[in-house]
């Protein structure tokens, strides 16, 4: 197992993979699928969409509901970001407000 170290707490790089995994089924079932692209010593996760979410207008709605709140959950994940995510950070809080997702941090 890979693990990168934070401030204090190591990130399971396995970890990461099996909560991405645990929201796999649902992107797979609309021809997506997303791939991690990179963990920071930070703590966050670059997360990469491909197939049908590069063209999927409910793109931002995926990354904020299950993948982003699913990832934030592993020990030591600071941030969860995707380059393929077009929407501002006041939309991806409102989103994750009404989701009843993990929160979006506002800037």
């Known amino acids: 197992m890979t ?11 396995g970890a990461v993979k099996t909560a991405l995994n645990s929201v796999r089924p649902l992107i797979l079932g609309h021809g997506g699928d997303a791939d991690i692209v990179d ?4 703590g966050v996760v670059e997360v990469e969409f ?4 590069r063209a999927c207008p409910n793109i931002a709605m995926t990354f904020v509901g299950p993948v982003r709140t699913a990832l934030m ?3 030591g994940v600071t941030e969860v970001r995707s380059a393929n995510v077009h ?6 809080l409102r989103m994750a407000t009404l989701l009843g997702a993990h929160p979006f941090p506002e800037k």
Do not use: M, Y
């Open 39 to 42: 963990i920071s010593a930070e």
């Open 50 to 53: 491909s197939g049908a979410c």
């Open 3 to 13: 693990s990168v170290f934070t401030n204090a707490v190591a990130v399971d790089a």
């Open 73 to 75: 959950q592993v020990e």
């Open 87 to 92: 929407a501002g950070p006041r939309a991806l």
